[in-house]
T-cell receptor, first 116, second 111 residues
């Protein structure tokens, strides 16, 4: 079975530009969360969506937004990019895919964003 | 505020040794804890989890211990192998799906 998939793998943007990152959850999972991981640190929570509704938001500016589609895939948008937005953006999904815990989050490989 | 920290940033062991990675958390309301393994260039990989109503949970070659009295979490890896070399994160959650991660411990396994 396919795990969480993310696209693109790598992305290079310049300051002030906008970026859209995409995530497809594990089949059957209804919850998607986004995390930002700066080099050398642990992931930081950005958003969580469940059944297309925002369930949680981390301490990130309004330049960051997200949405979830009817097929449970998700997009993360970042406007007016800053150098400090350079990071690995991780998507995680959770849900009752095989009768296991609904709390366990499984991560995708991430999108490496570089802002020049 | 919420925080999850690790005592040792780097742990070096010999192949075949047992490894212990420690983690301290500050939010006594946290009710679910997870250990993730992250290899270079990859996303975090789920290793094992434990709920706050448990003290110990075992998986294949891994054991997680939870001490709520001192708010301490540990991951034990038996017979450590070179393939176990990675950064290990503990994470906690108090609410629906928001994980709070620490900065990580790098495990280096020498053959």
């Amino acid at each position: 079975d396919a795990g969480v998939t993310q696209s693109p793998t790598h992305l290079i943007k310049t300051r002030g530009q906008q970026v859209t990152l995409r995530c497809s959850p594990i089949s059957g999972h209804k919850s998607v969360s986004w995390y930002q991981q700066v080099l050398g640190q642990g992931p930081q929570f950005i958003f969580q969506y469940y059944e297309k509704e925002e369930r949680g938001r981390g301490n990130f500016p309004d330049r960051f937004s997200a949405r979830q589609f009817p097929n449970y895939s998700s997009e993360l948008n970042v406007n007016a990019l800053l150098l400090g937005d350079s990071a690995l953006y991780l998507c995680a999904s959770s849900g009752e895919a095989s009768g296991g815990s609904t709390d366990t989050q499984y991560f995708g490989p991430g999108t490496r964003l570089t802002v020049l | 505020g919420e925080s999850v920290g690790l005592h040792l940033p780097t742990l070096s062991v010999q192949e075949g040794d047992n490894s212990i990675i420690n983690c301290a958390y500050s939010n006594s309301a946290s009710d679910y804890f997870i250990w993730y393994k992250q290899e270079s260039g990859k996303g975090p990989q789920f290793i094992i989890d434990i709920r706050s109503n448990m003290d110990k949970r075992q998986g294949q070659r891994v054991t997680v211990l939870l001490n709520k009295t001192v708010k301490h979490l540990s991951l034990q890896i038996a017979a450590t192998q070179p393939g176990d070399s990675a950064v290990y994160f503990c994470a906690e959650t108090t609410g629906f799906q928001k994980l709070v991660f620490g900065t990580g411990t790098r495990l280096l396994v020498s053959p």
